[in-house]
């Protein structure tokens, strides 16, 4: 167990509906990046939070927004859905700004676009 | 600006013979590095990382990994693999571990 609870684990929706993953970081870490993973692009970078800011982005689509709240766990919001949406969506989180941090992944949640 | 190239995209190895799965950074600092396995339909699980100690890595499982600064590798190594290592493997390079660079990752078949 990593320590990185994700949810909900599936999720089923339809084009043009918008849903939102929530991810809670380990206890301690100040960092929560998000990360879609599907069998055509592979591991994609969304986009990282440190303590509540925007950190870095990466292909995040504008479709999709995130945000980390005060007691540190985040948000991914995804609307108008497209069918290529569909992945599984994974956050991880660190210490960050130590060297010698790792991540630490949750489970994922997958979601199918229909 | 970091990178990470993952050299080959499929291995297939015999159950009990030796595993190599290689990786090349590119870093402008010194770097930390790390192996990280995906299990079908799991999240991803830190097998071992180098953070300027020691250049032979030990993992979990068995694995290890050697930091070659002059060829700028960081290649996992395992001397007999068991069916349960048949995984995704992704290499990844850090700056002071703020930022995370994955390769494309390795897809790992063991035949029984």
């Known amino acids: 167990d990593s320590g990185v609870t994700q949810t909900p684990k599936h999720l089923i929706t339809a084009t043009g509906q918008r849903v939102t993953l929530r991810c809670s970081p380990r206890?301690?870490?100040?960092?929560v990046y998000w990360y879609q993973q599907s069998l055509d692009q592979g591991l994609q970078f969304l986009i990282q939070y440190y303590n509540g800011e925007e950190r870095a982005k990466g292909n995040i689509l504008e479709r999709f927004s995130a945000q980390q709240f005060p007691d540190l766990h985040s948000e991914l919001n995804l609307s108008s859905l497209e069918l290529g949406d569909s992945a599984l969506y994974f956050c991880?989180?660190?210490?960050?700004?130590?060297?010698?941090?790792?991540?630490?992944f949750g489970e994922g949640s997958r979601l199918t676009v229909l | 600006a970091q990178s990470v190239t993952q050299l080959d995209s499929h291995v297939s190895v015999s159950e009990g013979t030796p595993v190599l799965l290689r990786c090349n950074y590119s870093?402008?600092?010194?770097?930390?590095l790390f192996w990280y396995v995906q299990h079908p339909n799991k999240g991803l699980q830190l097998l071992l990382k180098y953070t300027s100690a020691a250049t032979l890595v030990k993992g979990i499982n068995g694995f290890e990994a050697e930091f070659k600064k002059s060829e700028t590798s960081f290649h996992l190594t395992k001397p007999s693999a068991h069916m349960s290592d048949a995984a995704e493997y992704f290499c990844v390079v850090s700056d002071s571990g703020i930022q995370f660079y994955f390769g494309t990752g390795t897809s790992l078949t063991v035949i029984p």
């Open positions: 991880a989180s660190s210490i960050a700004g130590q060297n010698t941090g790792e991540l630490f």
């Open positions: 206890s301690g870490d100040l960092s």
């Open positions: 870093s402008s600092y010194s770097p930390s």
